[in-house]
């Protein structure tokens, strides 16, 4: 059967990078801004056939949290900004890959530029290219995300198959996209240059560092489950500490380390976000104080400050321009 192509390309900016819930086409991902600063995001997606290549370019801190596709697997790489990202609180290192199996969450964290890459594809499929190239599949584990070292050189060489793909794309989009025949050979190029890639490379060699971080990714998911709770503002991070089993110094360490910031900045980006979220898609018969309320701030003029402080303008001005898209 001819493979259809269907290529994408969006720039979000501004405060607009909250509401890019599907980066990842069959996910869904929360990114948070952490920056007064504007904002701007660059997605693109090639879908060809049963096979979606994606990367997404930011140029700012920001946090995504969701969970990747559920009907294949993923795999993805930092082409730029590697040193500056943590994924599920691991850092990546310059020449790793990340293998996502279906359905895993993820936590990317990038305190500066960064552009990701991800190739999602059935299993059965890329086992078949892998059978066909190598004569045996590839090592894929199924339940958990795991890192893998690339050889010398391929991380790029993996970027140029990504960029010659989507600029080939993008050229051909106002004529139609491509043409079935041309679709089935940029799709058969990406799935055996990512098997080549895949199986010449090694596994990272820190199972038990990655048990540790793994930990500590759950750690961090749950306290902050607890804080974004109907509990808000009555639970102190002492308490925090104490529900977790950990002593408020460890947790502060575990914080610190993982994501980079206190565990105090880490819920207040999160209560924040939230409420910049729901200023943004609020009619107007809805309140500036209702939606602080919801999100645990008791104090309307803190809650103004730390608002305008982290996103540029004050509430009530989100608000407004949200009732006046409307």
Not at 49 to 55: A, F, Y
Not at 88 to 114: F, K, M, W
Not at 133 to 139: D, V, Y
Not at 150 to 160: F, K, M, S, V
């Amino acid at each position: 059967m001819p493979i259809e192509s269907v290529y994408m390309h969006h720039v979000y900016s501004g405060l607009e990078p909250l509401q890019a819930f599907d980066v990842v086409f069959g996910g869904s991902f929360e990114h948070r801004l952490m920056s007064s600063d504007l904002a701007t995001m660059e997605h693109q997606r090639l879908v060809l056939g049963d096979v979606r290549l994606e990367t997404g370019r930011y140029e700012f801190p920001v946090i995504a949290h969701g969970a990747m596709p559920k009907d294949g697997i993923c795999v993805g790489f930092m082409a730029e900004g590697g040193h500056l990202t943590r994924c599920n609180t691991a850092a990546i290192g310059p020449d790793e890959a990340q293998i996502y199996p279906a359905g895993v969450e993820l936590l990317y964290h990038a305190r500066g530029h960064s552009r990701w890459v991800n190739l999602a594809v059935p299993e059965a499929r890329i086992q078949k290219v892998a059978i066909a190239r190598t004569g045996r599949p590839l090592p894929l584990h199924r339940r958990s995300l795991h890192s893998i070292h690339l050889r010398p050189g391929t991380r790029q060489t993996l970027t140029t198959l990504t960029n010659d793909a989507l600029g080939l794309a993008r050229r051909l989009q106002p004529d139609g996209g491509m043409a079935p025949a041309l679709a089935e050979k940029v799709c058969e190029s990406l799935l055996t240059g990512y098997v080549d890639a895949l199986s010449l490379a090694t596994p990272a060699g820190k199972s038990e560092k990655m048990t540790v971080e793994q930990r500590h990714y759950h750690l961090i998911a749950a306290c902050e489950r607890l804080v974004l709770s109907g509990e808000a503002t009555d639970v102190a991070l002492l308490d925090i500490a104490r529900r977790s089993g950990y002593t408020l110094r460890s947790l502060e360490l575990i914080f610190r380390r993982s994501v980079c910031m206190s565990p105090g900045r880490w819920f207040m980006t999160a209560r924040l976000n939230g409420a910049l979220r729901d200023l943004l898609t609020s009619g107007p018969d809805v309140s500036v104080s209702e939606i602080a309320l919801k999100w645990g701030f008791r104090h309307m003029s803190r809650f103004s400050d730390y608002y305008r402080n982290a996103f540029g303008e004050l509430p009530s001005a989100t608000l407004a321009r949200s009732s006046v898209r409307r």
